[in-house]
């Protein structure tokens, strides 16, 4: 049997594909924006050295204040500049870039639909928020410490900008996204595809799981443990607030069956 589709099906496929092309316009036009008045503040006057000393902090801690940087390559610095830019354009950017994936997303969905989704889009740039805080104060001096230990009579460190950039950003944003855990979790106990006492069944491998993983990213047994314990407590306050989401549930389906009713 062939299924023959005609242009009053098209017409709506179409409609979406030029509404999510406007969404991603304007978000991407924001951050170019962005970046753009960014680069010419950092480049051009005098805040390059205010980010710069921001970012170079949980060195600082450990190495001191008169700690300088060095860059290899002759177009080293100025790259460094454009990734650090691109950086802190796309990390101020990111509620313009929810609320455009909003935006898309929200006439689709039912009134009920919308209630419990609102929630997650605010929880969801705080946890970031304090993923990317946890890195920056607790797991970057430590990570930095045990880097350094490794200097002797005969090793000197010399860290390169481009190359201490892109360590700092990629823990910062590892961190942010791993402290997503109860976003996920619960948007999937929402969705009915879990279960709160299917968490509790599976905690002594999630715990695993979860040093496993910190085992990965975390180069000493210190910095290991500070990684887990922050994500053992979300795992936790995640099975805490799995029944208020299962209720919301139910009480939702039900209001749905009387509506159709």
């Not at 023959?4 to 409609?15: N, S």
């Not at 929810?98 to 969801?124: H, M, N, T």
């Not at 402290?179 to 948007?187: A, C, D, G, N």
């Amino acid at each position: 049997m062939t299924l023959l589709v005609g242009p009053e099906d098209k017409a709506p496929l179409i409609d979406h594909l030029i509404e999510l092309r406007n969404r991603l316009m304007i978000a991407i036009g924001v951050v170019f924006i962005l970046f753009s008045l960014l680069f010419s503040l950092l480049f051009f006057g005098s805040y390059g050295d205010i980010i710069f000393e921001i970012l170079m902090h949980p060195l600082r801690q450990v190495v001191g204040p008169d700690f300088r940087m060095v860059y290899t390559g002759l177009n080293q610095a100025f790259w460094t500049y454009v990734k650090m830019t691109a950086f802190v354009s796309v990390f101020i950017g990111s509620p313009v870039l929810l609320l455009q994936l909003w935006r898309f997303v929200a006439p689709g969905l039912y009134q009920s639909e919308k209630r419990a989704v609102v929630p997650f889009l605010i929880l969801a740039p705080l946890l970031l928020c304090l993923g990317g805080a946890f890195a920056y104060f607790m797991v970057l001096p430590i990570i930095f410490q045990f880097y350094l230990s490794f200097t002797s009579p005969t090793l000197e460190a010399l860290p390169s900008i481009n190359e201490y950039l892109d360590l700092v950003t990629d823990y910062l944003f590892l961190c942010g996204v791993v402290f997503e855990l109860p976003v996920v979790l619960l948007l999937l106990i929402r969705a009915g595809m879990t279960s709160t006492a299917k968490l509790v069944q599976v905690r002594r491998y999630a715990i695993v799981a979860i040093f496993i993983s910190a085992a990965v990213v975390a180069p000493d047994p210190l910095s290991q443990i500070l990684m887990a314990v922050p994500l053992l407590a979300l795992y936790e306050l995640t099975i805490l607030a799995g029944p208020f989401m299962e209720r919301q549930r139910s009480q939702v389906a039900e209001q749905d069956e009387e509506q159709e009713l």
